[in-house]
């Protein structure tokens, strides 16, 4: 966004998620940050947006005049896919190739491989909906026959006939010319205008005809989704409805609503991308730019790995079951959050999740909650959590949790407690999300030892400091509101706009000219795109970036590209690159052994903004105060008489030493036997093990 000027002051990030609508807002003039909550409106979540940017306005005593820009993270792509029935969606396809998602790639899932019985899941698009179209490109983009336009007709007049709502478009080489979908696009237009339209050579221009026409699929079933959400937010908005509206992209960026509207599949992870992207930015303020974040709602944990203040980012992911290929933060989902339920299998072993109790009916304890015991009535039988959530406003019912986990003990073998089976729960889940971690940093040749542990989320922070003691991490990092990371991140992130394009070379071939044009169009096609958001070239970066792989090789490796001349430097720092980015991934590289091939040339580019200046908090004097009360609660086998502490009180550079509990609004941080936790200049919690060896620590 532009400079606020004095009036327009406030910007506002907005996370919608199933239960709750999070909204946190940045005085830009003072770095002042508020955060609310409030119930989400699933029948038409902009009730639920509005309301709470007016609840927020209200709070900090602005106006809608004095609102500089709103940033929305939304969940419409990935709940489309996972909730909605994809009936109403066809497939043009070049003559000949009618089974392209059929054929699909091997995807036999763990522990079916040699099995005889195992059949492929029904495919996005029924063949019945598939339609072909004469016409043929070669890989270069040379035309050897011309587009059959009737097919073209009657393809559409087919999907027309059939009520088929939403149609993608793949056509054989598209990526290298395409010229072809753009006439199949006009043709469909004429005969069928009100059919949502997306086309591959313009949601993925990369070559592999099965991901390219998987994520065009979903790119047309989302668009409809997307412009109708999009549209009631912008009506429910009234006189904020001319502010700035950014939504929030998988790749870690954010763009305009019009352009969301444009390519809908760039926001499938939108939510989880932002809560990554606020916790860089805690995470560079605390000291500590390697960390592995744990975001722990009601259902989930979200996952992801930061590298030097920068998460990582990968091409290829899946939104439930289907494969897309765009690029998106990579972040990795386990069913553990705080309704993940307890249960014993048929061997009578006790199992916790992946099924959850969610929102509705939710935990035990909650008001008209479920019959199965979760994560979240285990921490409030052992007094680890308070007896009512968010403020106040949710009343909990211990003694139903613990008729829940008494039925559960009943069932296993011994003559366990409440509180030790409470006690295995927690452990069980804690051994989820340790496990979870593990293959993302020891199976990548990276140790856990050297990173903190960032945790947010409504059920992050209760246990992720016993997480961090089971493998060993630098710290465990609870953010100002973890509640309201995703949020906040929100703010803390750029316009972005990704462009990209196949063209396969040799390193024998280069064409260096060929080269130098394609990042030039790249590059420009990225500006065109920034500055209809009116975005200011003065505020632009591109970044180059290429998919590189040895000769031979099926699968490449995005490495960056050298900006300026493109030259014989150019091309012996992205040989280099590959080379290290290589060995970095797998372990090995053949450097000096084998040549190279560049596949995919991409260019990213950046809208920057101005990120949020978190205010210091005040020195420690008078800290004491903010220890409220003391409860028992249950550690190590017993009950221990614990302090409770209230977080908006907890001041810049106090300690306290374990088993303590801090509470807030929308969280709470336990800090176990054996931990310490100091409080940063930001307000930053940073929990520390006492028993940590001193050589792990540097």
Not at 207 to 214: I, P
Not at 399 to 420: D, K, Y
Not at 461 to 466: N, V
Request: aromatic fraction near 6%; hydrophobic fraction near 40%; include cysteine.
């Amino acid at each position: 966004m532009a400079q606020a000027s004095r009036q327009a002051r406030y910007r506002v990030g907005i996370d919608t998620g199933g239960t709750f609508t999070d909204i946190v807002s940045v005085d830009t003039t003072t770095g002042a940050i508020a955060v609310t909550k409030v119930a989400s409106t699933p029948a038409n979540p902009g009730i639920a947006l509005v309301r709470g940017v007016r609840e927020i306005l209200d709070q900090v005593g602005g106006t809608p005049a004095s609102v500089a820009g709103m940033a929305h993270g939304t969940t419409v792509a990935t709940n489309a896919l996972l909730q909605g029935q994809i009936d109403s969606l066809g497939l043009i396809v070049t003559e000949g190739f009618r089974h392209i998602l059929e054929i699909a790639r091997q995807s036999v899932p763990e522990g079916y491989g040699n099995s005889y019985f195992w059949v492929k899941p029904d495919r996005i698009v029924p063949l019945r909906f598939v339609r072909e179209a004469g016409g043929r490109l070669d890989f270069k983009g040379r035309e050897l026959r011309a587009l059959d336009e009737a097919s073209v007709r009657q393809a559409a007049r087919f999907f027309r006939d059939h009520g088929i709502r939403a149609v993608g478009v793949c056509l054989l080489h598209s990526y290298a010319n395409d010229a072809h979908e753009r006439r199949v696009a006009e043709i469909v237009a004429e005969e069928y205008p009100e059919c949502a339209l997306s086309l591959s050579c313009e949601v993925l221009p990369e070559y592999r005809e099965y991901e390219r026409a998987v994520t065009t699929l979903v790119d047309a079933f989302v668009k409809p989704h997307m412009e109708r959400y999009l549209r009631r937010v912008h009506d429910e908005l009234g006189d904020l409805k001319d502010k700035p509206f950014l939504v929030m992209q998988s790749s870690g960026g954010v763009a305009s609503a019009a352009e969301v509207v444009r390519k809908p599949i760039t926001t499938a992870l939108s939510g989880p991308a932002a809560g990554a992207l606020g916790s860089a930015v805690i995470s560079e303020m605390a000291g500590f730019p390697n960390i592995v974040t744990l975001d722990a709602g009601g259902t989930s944990t979200d996952l992801c790995l930061i590298e030097g203040g920068r998460p990582h980012v990968t091409n290829g992911g899946a939104v439930g079951a289907f494969p897309v290929r765009i690029p998106m933060i990579d972040i990795e989902t386990i069913g553990t959050g705080g309704g993940s339920i307890a249960w014993i299998t048929r061997e009578g072993h006790l199992k916790v999740g992946p099924k959850s109790a969610g929102a509705d009916p939710g935990p035990m304890c909650y008001p008209n909650g479920g019959n199965e015991p979760t994560i979240t009535d285990a921490n409030l039988v052992l007094g680890r959590i308070p007896a009512a959530l968010i403020g106040g406003g949710i009343a909990l019912n211990v003694e139903r949790s613990r008729a829940g986990i008494v039925a559960i003990a009943t069932r296993l073998p011994g003559n366990m407690s409440v509180e030790q089976l409470a006690s295995g729960i927690i452990e069980i889940a804690n051994w989820n999300q340790a496990n979870a971690i593990r293959q993302m940093t020891i199976q990548r040749g990276i140790d856990p030892r050297g990173f903190a542990l960032l945790s947010f989320g409504g059920a992050g922070p209760a246990q992720s400091p016993a997480v961090m003691d089971l493998l060993n991490m630098q710290a465990c990092i609870v953010p100002p509101n973890p509640g309201n990371l995703s949020a906040f991140g929100l703010l803390a992130v750029d316009w972005r706009t990704d462009q990209i394009v196949t063209k396969v070379m040799h390193q024998d071939g280069i064409d260096l000219s060929a080269i130098a044009a394609i990042y030039t169009r790249l590059e420009q096609e990225a500006i065109e795109t920034l500055a209809r958001d009116g975005i200011e070239r003065s505020r632009m970066r591109l970044v180059r970036e290429a998919d590189v792989r040895y000769a031979g090789q099926s699968m490449e490796v995005r490495v960056p590209a050298p900006g300026g001349a493109v030259n014989a430097s150019f091309l012996a720092s992205l040989i280099d690159a590959f080379h290290a980015a290589h060995k970095r991934t797998f372990g090995y590289n053949y450097a000096g052994q084998q040549k190279v091939e560049v596949v995919n040339f991409c260019v990213s580019g950046f809208g920057l903004i101005e990120r949020p200046d978190i205010p210091k908090l005040p020195k420690r004097d008078g800290a004491t105060l903010a220890r409220k009360s003391v409860r028992p609660v249950y550690f190590d086998g017993a009950y221990r008489d614990t302090p409770i502490y209230d977080r908006g009180a907890l001041l810049a550079g106090f300690r306290l030493d374990g088993p303590a509990i801090v509470e807030e609004f929308g969280s709470t941080t336990v800090v176990f036997p054996g931990q310490y936790l100091e409080v940063d200049p930001h307000g930053v919690l940073i929990v520390r093990s006492s028993r940590r060896p001193a050589e792990v620590t540097s």
